[in-house]
């Protein structure tokens, strides 16, 4: 099973693969830029507390697969996550954004946010159907991969 995070009154697992590009699908995430993004998105996150488990930035869009206490909803997480990479990107690198973008922006809008777990949905499904059902064989409910029989 995977990795559990404990916060105040809850112990959970929310995992989330999420992407954004940049305005006009520009490649301007160069591996100077790139690097100076990786850590601005790591100190955000940890500012937040979430869990960066993986980061992929190619010339036009970036990857984060990460891990978000329940609390916070995952619209504000990539809200703030762009808006503020953004303002401390175009401040940084002003005379390089500007060859691309007349207005100070740098994302497009919108995302895409996929869950992530470690149990597919007919196995969840599965399980609690079967809570408080008595077995016949006696044979404990089993969850791919999970041990806990």
């Known amino acids: 099973m995977g990795m559990y ?8 697992d929310c995992r989330y693969h999420v992407v954004w590009i940049t305005k006009y699908r520009r490649k301007v995430l160069n591996e100077r830029v790139s690097s100076y993004l990786r850590k601005v998105l790591e100190g955000i996150c940890k500012e937040l507390h979430i869990r960066v488990l993986k980061i992929g930035i ?5 990857h984060m697969y990460i891990t978000v206490p329940p ?6 997480v ?5 808006g503020r990479s953004s303002k401390v990107m175009r401040k940084k690198f002003k005379d390089y954004f500007s060859e691309f973008y007349l207005k100070e922006v740098l994302w497009a809008v919108g995302y895409f946010v996929a869950t992530v777990g470690e ?5 969840v499904a ?3 159907e079967d809570q408080g059902k008595k077995d016949i064989e006696e ?10 029989c």
Do not use: F, M, N
Request: glycine share 2%.
């Open 126 to 128: 599965k399980y609690v």
């Open 119 to 123: 149990v597919t949905h007919k196995v």
């Open 78 to 82: 990539l809200k703030i996550l762009k």
């Open 58 to 62: 190619e010339e036009d869009h970036v």
């Open 71 to 76: 609390v916070q909803p995952i619209s504000y």
């Open 5 to 12: 995070w404990k916060a105040s009154h809850c112990v959970y």
């Open 139 to 148: 044979e404990c409910i089993e969850l791919k991969d999970s041990g806990l």
